[in-house]
């Protein structure tokens, strides 16, 4: 029977869940919508009962599993703590319930993290050794990785991008902090500052997109600049200036070979690459930015997927060395 891993990326909306086999090759993917009201026991029942169909469908053997989840999470002992989008996964015990079912290594990582790494194995960094991932969404996100390896820091929290301080005297995040990146570049602070503006009065071609101006998104911004408006112009130029220092802070700490853009608000395309690689040079000033490749991600919304494929052939062959040494 062959051996298989299992990638599972969930997310606030929906839940991935791709099986390979050893040699690299896909032999199933399914997507399932994340039923939030039946609570996350049941949900995962629902992933767990997929992931068993699949086994037997195909007649493989599973030999580990790698799984994305939003963070915060409690990685050692593998728990799920309180994802803002996932609401009443509180302390949830993930690991131990995949454990249960099928008994073979598991590894649990953020759900950005697991991105970083689908990109680095199977999208726009291959070939690299060190990269930084960003997703500009929902919200802003990120992950690193050096020599190969994502990197944790204390308490697992490396990586954070989208909670730099860009903005110091700007707007309060989420988090707690003041001037996150994530307050200015995240498509819920891109279509805050269109809905200020335009409530306040100032002509813009928005009006016409939508037809209440609650209803304008990033993506409204985006279709906007495109047709020339102005006042859509000047949040996008401030944003993607913003996304820019965020960067250049980052590029000049870890001077990375690439720098990696996903998520909605990057599948602007090259109105947003344009001014970023324009902006970029007025604040890096230690580092070749010519060697820094700065690159559209690849894989949309299977990089989170991708990336837990890729652990769990890694904790599979951490295992193996384990057990046969
Ligand atoms: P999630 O945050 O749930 O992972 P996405 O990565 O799709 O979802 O990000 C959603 C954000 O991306 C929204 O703010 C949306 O307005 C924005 N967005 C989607 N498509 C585009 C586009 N073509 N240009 C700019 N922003 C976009
Ligand atoms: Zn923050």
């Not at 802003?140 to 301080?165: C, P, R, S, Y």
């Amino acid at each position: 029977m062959d051996e298989v891993v299992a990638g599972i990326d969930i997310g606030g909306t929906k839940i991935a869940i791709a099986i390979e086999t050893l040699a690299g090759e896909r032999i199933a993917a399914r997507r399932l919508p994340t039923q939030v009201k039946i609570g996350a026991y049941a949900i995962i029942e629902n992933v767990l009962q997929s992931i068993t169909e699949i086994l037997e469908d195909k007649q493989v053997k599973l030999a580990a599993i790698g799984i994305g989840c939003p963070s915060p999470l409690d990685i050692e002992k593998g728990l799920v703590i309180s994802p803002s989008n996932l609401q009443n996964w509180d302390n949830f015990p993930i690991v131990k319930l995949f454990k249960k079912r099928f008994n073979v290594p598991i590894v649990l990582e953020n759900d950005a993290n697991t991105a970083t790494l689908g990109e680095y194995n199977y999208g726009a960094g291959r070939g690299f050794k060190n990269i930084v991932y960003i997703t500009v969404s929902t919200g802003v996100g990120g992950g690193i990785i050096i020599n190969g390896e994502i990197v944790h820091g204390v308490g697992w929290g490396a990586g954070e991008l989208g909670h730099t301080i860009v903005q110091p005297d700007g707007v309060r995040c989420n988090c707690g902090s003041i001037g996150c990146l994530e307050t200015i570049c995240a498509g819920v602070h891109i279509a805050r500052r269109a809905k200020m503006r335009l409530a306040g009065g100032e002509p813009s071609l928005m009006n016409e997109l939508v037809l209440n101006i609650n209803e304008v998104t990033a993506k409204t911004v985006v279709e906007a600049v495109r047709k020339k408006d102005q006042l859509a112009s000047e949040i996008w130029t401030e944003t993607c200036r913003f996304l820019a220092i965020g960067i250049a802070n980052i590029i000049t700490l870890i001077a990375p070979e690439a720098i990696i853009i996903g998520g909605g608000v990057a599948s602007a395309g090259e109105l947003l690459f344009a001014p970023l690689r324009s902006f970029l040079p007025q604040f890096v000033s230690m580092i070749p930015l010519e060697k820094v490749a700065v690159l559209p991600a690849e894989l949309g919304g299977e990089s989170g997927v991708c990336g837990a494929l890729a652990l769990a052939k890694q904790v599979y062959l951490e295992s193996y060395q384990v057990y046969e040494v």
